[in-house]
T-cell receptor, first 119, second 110 residues
Framework: GAVVSQHPSWVICKSGTSVKIECRSLDFQATTMFWYRQFPKQSLMLMATSNEGSKATYEQGVEKDKFLINHASLTLSTLTVTSAHPEDSSFYIC???????????????FGPGTRLTVL | DAKTTQPNSMESNEEEPVHLPCNHSTISGTDYIHWYRQLPSQGPEYVIHGLTSNVNNRMASLAIAEDRKSSTLILHRATLRDAAVYYCILSRGSGYALNFGKGTSLLVTP
């Protein structure tokens, strides 16, 4: 199956600093990537939809100036958490969408996630 | 978006078949039924998807009711590594994000 990587897998930072998370589709090109976050014992919540070469679409309640998304190529999207605070501590997960010929729907492949802890 | 309903948790013995149900009574004609699972501290993993016909792959089988208002994910022989949260999700097509509900937490006991 298709592989999506995330880097780093975990990060601890001080309050007020910025953290960049990379998401790469390793063996396929993804025109659309998604960013989710997951708090303990909760389900995944969509943060934003990212299309290559265009601005990301953010979900209601997600601050676009705080969570900067760049989708520079068909295999790379980055999420930067700016001026991180303890309430931003969460598990951040990206996914990349692959549409195969003959399939009426795409399949999303997820990265392993990034555990962010803000002190 | 059409919603899905799944039991909060299920338990199975190792090497026994597991049938995970999902109700989606408001499914539209263009909605695909997707199943993903998430192991602890990992990103979700694609399991299977279908539209109208039953589907089989190396991981599982998907049985879809004739009226499409429900479906069942079948793990033919549960292993300890199948212990995870299983999500049944409806998706309209390509380019749409997945709406994760609470899923079913599957416990597999030896």
């Amino acid at each position: 199956g298709a592989v999506v990587s995330q880097h780093p897998s975990w990060v601890i930072c001080k309050s007020g600093t910025s953290v960049k998370i990379e998401c790469r589709s390793l063996d396929f090109q993804a025109t659309t990537m998604f960013w989710y976050r997951q708090f303990p014992k909760q389900s995944l919540m969509l943060m934003a939809t990212s299309n290559e070469g265009s601005k990301a679409t953010y979900e209601q309640g997600v601050e676009k100036d705080k969570f900067l998304i760049n989708h520079a190529s068909l295999t790379l999207s980055t999420l930067t958490v700016t001026s991180a605070h303890p309430e931003d501590s969460s598990f951040y997960i990206c996914s990349a969408s692959q549409l195969l010929g003959g399939q009426g729907t795409d399949t999303q492949y997820f990265g392993p996630g990034t555990r962010l802890t803000v002190l | 978006d059409a919603k899905t309903t799944q039991p909060n948790s299920m338990e199975s013995n190792e090497e026994e078949p597991v049938h995970l149900p999902c109700n989606h009574s408001t499914i539209s004609g263009t909605d695909y039924i997707h199943w993903y699972r998430q192991l602890p501290s990992q990103g979700p993993e694609y399991v299977i998807h279908g539209l109208t016909s039953n589907v089989n792959n190396r991981m599982a089988s998907l049985a879809i009711a004739e009226d499409r208002k429900s479906s069942t994910l079948i793990l033919h022989r549960a292993t300890l590594r199948d212990a995870a949260v299983y999500y049944c999700i409806l998706s309209r097509g390509s380019g749409y994000a997945l709406n994760f509900g609470k899923g079913t937490s599957l416990l597999v006991t030896p």
